[in-house]
């Protein structure tokens, strides 16, 4: 059938424009290591999906003290969010999210409310400093929306066992609960993230190699 013809190659061209970047960040409590963080993040000619997947488990002498698993897939046009699913297991807490446009807006559905917020919602994006850049953002793992503020500091890199990680340094304040610092290439492709947890201990985030 001729007519397949160029319609085979508009779909080939579409996929060829596709390109995927994956950034996979060692997590640590500490200095312990205690888990992995995701981010596979693909262009597409009608805007972007970002896949996000996280596991940390904190163990004390013989005991597994504490254990997270949490799973996004994430679409986005032009600078905001257009649908989400995400997946959480947060201690034996087991948490979902999602989001789909609705006349106008984006619904936000937990499983318990349903919520709409109207203009252009982001999420923590931590891997695009611009999209932080905002007065709320989402938070994925129970559908919260979050004041913020993103503040740029002198630049300098984030030091952790002996290795330098980006140039330019954020930090990004949500509410009155917690800072989160954030370093980036002078791409602003990310590189590290440092915040303190609820019993005082650092959590840290570093870009693995290769």
């Keep these: 059938m001729k007519f397949l013809y160029p319609l085979m190659l508009l779909a080939c061209s579409s996929l060829a424009q596709a390109t995927t970047t994956n950034l996979t960040f060692d997590v640590f409590l500490g200095n312990d290591p205690i888990g992995f963080h995701r981010v596979s993040i693909e262009d597409l000619p009608d805007g972007r999906r970002v896949r996000v997947e996280a596991a940390m488990k904190v163990r004390f002498l013989f005991f597994t003290a504490f254990r997270y698993h949490h799973v996004a897939d994430e679409r986005w046009r032009d600078g905001c969010i257009l649908a989400l699913e995400t997946r959480t297991n947060n201690d034996g807490d087991r948490l979902q999210v999602a989001a789909e446009p609705l006349t106008g807006a984006l619904e936000i559905d937990t499983g318990k ?24 953002l989402l938070n994925t793992q129970n559908g919260n929306y979050e004041p913020v503020r993103l503040t740029e ?19 990004l304040d949500v509410g009155d609960k917690a800072s989160i610092d954030l370093w980036y290439g002078e791409d602003d492709s990310w590189q590290a993230l440092r915040t303190t947890v609820a019993d005082g201990r650092v959590l840290n985030y570093v870009r693995r190699e290769g």
């Design 153 to 171: 500091l002198a630049p300098g890199p984030f030091e952790f066992n002996g290795r330098l990680y980006g140039a330019r340094h954020y930090r």
């Design 113 to 136: 409310e349903r919520t709409r917020l109207e203009g252009c919602v982001r999420t923590f994006a931590y891997w695009a400093p611009d999209l932080l850049d905002s007065e709320f």
